[in-house]
């Protein structure tokens, strides 16, 4: 196993560029950066870190968010965990190391259905307004939306239409909307290709993720919504509002493109519809 580990790679900057290589670009990115962060800080190969350097290093990132300290952990241990399974490293030094418990402020993002419609009714432009309604309708990650392709878009048998999406973890999911929304991309096609953009920028190019996320902003401020607004957002009311609506757990799951359907079930429980409260008299 070492021999072949030798091979596969022979210093700490080689192992990380295996390890960062099949993730996904945003995870690619955050995590490239948590390690250049804790390598600059201890100032070590990686076969010389002790346990004592990554509690130095957590301790040294007190002012970080939890979400960010967290996630600063969970990559640290993720790393040194590949390291040891392909023989890189004898030890695991990171395995006693917690990551650290973050608050679910999953409710906290969840949009109610007027403030959605609001978003997509006061957009007046109809390349914006179809890509507000197919992130909530669809629930699509923003990257998804952005590298929609017409080939990706097929009629299906009665009305609406299907989206083939390839998506987080390399994984392809069909995706049924309704007729409107269909029609609304129409709209959008004009002499288009196949291989051509869904939504194009105005030099004609495919979308950017950050040009996205502007007309997001831009819709909640027309729609005066005081709240940091983001693409996510309409995911995570597509999630809730369908299973509000009496969607099947496994069907969200299947949509969304979930591993699990534990992560869907954690819209359940962001906005319970009862509580034992509710049963009491103060």
């Known amino acids: 196993m ?7 790679a022979d210093n700490d900057v080689q192992v990380i560029a295996i390890w960062l290589h099949d993730k996904a670009e945003n995870t690619k990115k955050a995590y490239a950066n948590d390690i250049k962060k804790f390598l600059d800080f201890i100032g070590k190969q990686l076969n010389a870190v002790t346990i004592g350097d990554i509690q130095a290093f957590m301790d040294s990132i007190g002012d970080y968010s939890p ?16 390291a040891k399974r392909i023989g890189y490293l004898h030890f695991d030094v990171a395995s006693p190391i917690k990551v650290p418990k973050v608050k679910n402020t999953l409710s906290e993002r969840i949009l109610c259905e007027e403030d959605i419609q609001k978003m997509i009714i ?8 179809a890509l507000l309604r197919l992130l909530y309708i669809a629930g699509l990650r923003v ?19 299907y989206l083939n999406i390839f998506g987080k973890g390399n994984k392809t999911r069909s995706i049924l909307v309704d007729q409107k929304t269909y ?8 002499d288009a290709g196949p291989d051509d ?15 996205a996320w502007r007309i997001v902003k831009r ?25 509000d609506r009496g969607a099947p757990i496994h069907l969200v799951q299947a949509t969304l493109g979930h591993a699990s359907v534990a992560t869907t079930g954690r819209y359940l429980h962001a906005r319970p519809n009862d509580s034992s409260s509710l049963y009491l008299i103060a």
Not at 2 to 8: G, H, I
Not at 122 to 129: A, E, I, N, V
């Open 2 to 8: 070492e021999t072949l580990a030798v091979r596969q």
């Open 143 to 161: 990257s998804e939306v952005c590298s929609l392709k017409w080939r990706d878009i097929q009629p299906a048998n009665g009305e609406g239409a």
């Open 122 to 129: 006061l957009t007046d432009k109809p390349r914006d307004r």
């Open 197 to 211: 953009p869904v939504f194009v920028s105005q030099k004609g190019n495919a979308l950017s993720v950050p040009q």
């Open 67 to 82: 979400a960010s300290k967290a996630r600063m952990a969970a990559s640290i241990k993720s790393l040194f965990s590949f």
């Open 219 to 243: 819709a909640a401020k027309r729609a005066k919504i005081d709240a940091a607004v983001s693409p996510h957002w309409f995911r995570h009311a597509h999630a809730s509002h369908a299973l």
């Open 183 to 190: 029609n609304e991309l129409l709209d959008l096609k004009g």
